[in-house]
């Protein structure tokens, strides 16, 4: 037979295994505890310097009610960093969006403190005290992750667990190399033949070889392998402390959230339902939705009206721009955007994929160019948030000759019309503005990330660091 290194190479690729790794579990608990002392000691110090420095400025301080108020602070702010995933998984793609974290998770949890404390002012000594201990939490909080963040990047790219893939070759191939790309480093097993002799193989093949697993594995896999050994593969490995897992075939990367449902004692594999989809989640996005583009038609209403009368002066009417999109159930709407382009644009070129600086596009105007890269000519789009065409945030929405040519090169690109287009979105806000066309794969798996995790915070951060990035003209 075989030794277990003979079949460490398949379609080319080498793995090997690395040495003991630590406990993935005990990692990820470390990681929370660490995050959770690190807040809660920076947000000490930073109520304690905020209250000092209340008492420089001569301020007459209850230091009773001063200390009651920021433990309430240090609670609130805990509690929406635990709502917001920061102690258990993170949507922090980096350095940067850390810091973004922090301060709409702290931003979420003073507000309504001061809501209250402005309302009952019995409840609490000072509001500037809150005031102070948010902007020095922000800072102090921000340092420590950015540390820790660092920190557990480097102790990461260490851990690495060892896996042993049960599958016929086609399979393996595509499964490592998905794990590959996730730095797992793998054991190879593969079985072939019909599903008689593949059930035959897997059988004995771990039978022959689970003895040389022990202690070198962390996790064995299985896909489209019948065996009839399974349960007392689990029982066994549960005891070795050996994780056994199932990755169906064809099954996507990014997959709604799976679990495991025992029916009349028939293991059941349900998917979960989408969150963005869940009746509760669309009411709130929808209040947020109306919310927000009110607020922003509201507040921007002046830069929109100065853009319309430079568009007139060098355009001439129509200074608004409607252009065929699809949007949620593949059902198309009219999107709103300033004039930024000279009349028949697209005439003779027809439809063409906008990419880069749209100043050097022959075809945009100089008041066109200038709006396109502040995303001004964007401000109409929250009338069509208003009128329910679109959302402030989500997939952004394309134009149909596209969406055609896109569903037939990525299986799953209709699943993001499950929701409703959006003026931003977790794509938009970690791609440049324009992307090439080449790299709608990458934007698409960012698009189902968002559908498939979808919470109220999550929009709010979104929206928050996308109004952070325009201001900052961080998109080309």
């Not at 969406?403 to 806000?429: M, N």
Request: charged content about 20%; some cysteine; overall charge positive.
């Amino acid at each position: 037979m075989d030794t277990l290194r003979d079949k460490m190479v398949i379609a080319g690729r080498r793995f090997e295994i690395s040495e003991r790794s630590r406990s993935i579990r005990a990692f990820e608990f470390g990681t929370a505890t660490i995050l959770l002392l690190s807040d809660l000691l920076a947000l000490a110090l930073a109520s304690w310097l905020a209250v000092s420095f209340v008492a420089y400025l001569n301020h007459t301080l209850d230091y009773p009610r001063v200390v009651e108020s920021a433990l309430i602070w240090t609670a609130t702010s805990v509690w929406t960093f635990r709502a917001l995933g920061l102690y258990r998984i993170s949507y922090a793609l980096d350095l940067q969006d850390e810091w973004y974290y922090v301060i709409v998770g702290l931003g979420i949890g003073v507000t309504p403190l001061l809501l209250i404390f402005t309302i009952v002012p019995a409840l609490s000594s000072s509001r500037l005290v809150l005031i102070c201990s948010f902007v020095l939490s922000v800072m102090l909080v921000g340092l420590g992750r950015s540390i820790a963040h660092q920190r557990f990047k480097s102790l990461k790219s260490r851990q690495k667990r060892r896996l042993a893939l049960v599958a016929p070759s086609a399979h393996l191939i595509a499964i490592s190399g998905e794990i590959e790309d996730q730095s797992v480093l793998l054991t190879i097993i593969p079985v072939d033949g019909t599903e008689r002799a593949i059930a035959e193989a897997a059988d004995s093949s771990i039978a022959s070889w689970y003895d040389s697993l022990r202690g070198r594995c962390d996790e064995i896999i299985f896909s489209g392998v019948p065996t009839t050994r399974t349960a007392l593969l689990v029982e066994r490995a549960a005891r070795d402390g050996i994780a056994i897992g199932f990755a169906p075939p064809g099954l996507p990367l990014q997959a709604y959230r799976l679990k495991v449902q025992a029916d009349r004692h028939q293991p059941v594999l349900l998917a979960g339902r989408v969150a963005a989809c869940m009746p509760i989640n669309a009411f709130l996005k929808r209040a947020f939705d109306i919310t927000v583009a009110s607020i922003g038609l509201l507040l921007t209403s002046p830069i929109l009206l100065t853009a319309m009368v430079a568009t007139l002066l060098e355009s001439g009417l129509p200074v608004f721009y409607r252009q065929t999109r699809v949007g949620r159930d593949g059902k198309t709407f009219e999107i709103i955007k300033l004039q930024s382009m000279v009349r028949d644009a697209e005439s003779q070129c027809g439809p063409v994929w906008a990419v880069g600086d749209p100043s050097k596009d022959s075809r945009v105007t100089k008041v066109g160019a200038f709006i396109r890269k502040t995303s001004i000519d964007e401000l109409p789009q929250f009338i069509n948030v208003l009128l329910g065409d679109m959302s402030v945030v989500g997939p952004r929405p394309e134009r149909p000759v596209f969406v055609e040519r896109f569903r037939k090169e990525h299986a799953r690109y209709d699943e993001r019309h499950l929701v409703r287009p959006g003026i931003t979105g977790w794509a938009h806000v970690h791609m440049p503005r324009s992307p090439g066309i080449e790299r709608m794969a990458e934007r698409l798996d960012l698009d189902l990330f968002y559908i498939e995790n979808y919470s109220p915070v999550l929009d709010v951060f979104i929206t928050f660091k996308t109004a952070v990035e325009v201001l900052f003209q961080r998109w080309y």
